[in-house]
């Protein structure tokens, strides 16, 4: 069984970074993409930045040179780097996995940007 475990989140002022962890039980090189997702309350999750086996990368509009995705497959674990943070960053940030036919989620990991 698949489990993704999401750490680093926190609070942080405006402009501050975070750096966000997907530890995964297993070889992440068995999932044909890993992202992260994000919610904020009253909104639907999205997607916030997508890291492929091959290693390509791609980026929600509102995070693009602010955020950054890789991977360390040694380890086994997926990094969300995040800077220029801002209010609005604040969400629930979820690790994804994806195996076809399955999606695996973590369980989330809060970060709250203040202004």
């Known amino acids: 069984q698949v489990q993704l475990v999401e750490s680093g989140g926190g609070l942080v002022q405006a402009g501050g970074s975070l750096r966000l962890s997907c530890a995964a039980s297993?070889?992440?090189?068995?999932?044909?993409?890993m992202a992260w997702y994000r919610q904020a309350p009253g909104n639907q999750r999205e997607l916030v930045a997508r890291?492929?086996?091959?290693?390509?990368?791609n980026y929600a509009d509102s995070v693009k040179d602010r955020f950054t995705v890789s991977k360390d497959i040694s380890k086994n674990t997926v990094y969300l780097q995040m800077s220029s943070l801002k209010p609005e960053d604040t969400a629930v940030y979820y690790c994804n996995a994806e195996r076809w036919p399955r999606s695996y989620w973590g369980q989330g990991t809060q970060v709250t940007v203040s202004s």
């Open positions: 297993g070889s992440i090189l068995s999932f044909s993409s």
């Open positions: 890291i492929s086996r091959g290693g390509s990368t």
